[in-house]
């Protein structure tokens, strides 16, 4: 048996432990109490990253994002904790904005939220869409590009010159990750660039963020937190993570308990 091997599955093992447990490691205390150096812990961090167990962030890792699952059965999960979320959100709204809706099931609930006064409505995800044709007050425009299967979204070069023309009055962003130190992250490069883009030209950049998603990053950068103007949390989101966002300058809003 190789010992070498078997103390850096041991390491490992812990470090995920460790991710599980306190959502979040930093590399230093990981090398204080494993009695390792500095350098041998980012090895391992840079492995755990690698085999897709931990994102890798400044100073340490956090664990990843959930998996992202078809739409379809997105819009199946935690419809009424979405929609709590969705009524805060859109309490931002008022006649006469132009708004830039995201692909994506809560975003897809805050269409449903959405006040019945005159809006504009502006998306790049034909089910958000295929919801806000019904709703007679609002003037849609649609987004073109490739259609990106896994999240729904239309993507690439068409849909990045359309976002460079637009200034929407508040963006209505999706993310898979969230975290006050990675930012808010995505599994898509190109659904990140494309995020990014519509985010510099927009006035209010707001996420709803279902609490799973809270603490966690995905592979790609959207943007980091201090360019988030509000984020709309459950009503238990960890305090401590939230505050890490209210440093930041960021505007938080909280969903109601039920």
């Not at 010992?3 to 599980?20: D, G, S, V, Y």
């Not at 500095?38 to 340490?60: P, Q």
């Not at 070069?157 to 963006?171: C, G, H, K």
Request: glycine share 6%; aromatic share 4%.
């Amino acid at each position: 048996m190789n010992t070498a091997n078997l103390l850096l599955k041991e390491r490992h093992a812990l470090i995920q432990q460790r991710l599980l447990a306190d959502g979040r490691v930093l590399a230093p205390d990981l090398a204080q109490q494993l009695n390792v150096s500095e350098d041998t812990i980012r090895r391992d961090l840079r492995d755990l990253a690698a085999a897709g167990l931990c994102k890798r962030v400044y100073g340490g890792a956090l664990p990843l994002a959930p998996a992202t699952a078809p739409l379809a059965e997105r819009r199946t999960q935690a419809p009424q904790r979405k929609a709590r979320l969705a009524r805060a959100a859109v309490t931002l709204v008022n006649a006469g904005n132009v708004l830039f809706i995201d692909a994506g099931s809560t975003n897809l609930a805050i269409v449903e939220a959405l006040p019945p006064v005159p809006l504009t409505v502006i998306t790049n995800a034909a089910t958000i869409a295929l919801a806000l044709l019904v709703q007679p007050h609002i003037e849609l425009i649609m987004v073109g590009g490739r259609v990106d299967a896994r999240s729904g979204a239309n993507l690439g070069a068409t849909a990045l010159r359309d976002a460079e023309r637009m200034r929407p009055d508040i963006f209505f962003l999706g993310a898979c990750g969230i975290d006050a130190d990675a930012g808010l992250t995505c599994f898509n490069y190109e659904e990140a660039e494309f995020k990014r883009s519509l985010a510099a030209v927009s006035r209010t950049v707001l996420v709803a963020a279902t609490k799973e998603k809270f603490g966690t990053a995905a592979p790609f950068t959207v943007l980091p937190a201090a360019h988030l103007t509000h984020l709309v949390l459950e009503h238990d989101a960890d305090r401590d993570q939230a505050a890490g966002f209210d440093r930041q300058g960021v505007q938080l809003l909280y969903a109601n308990s039920r």
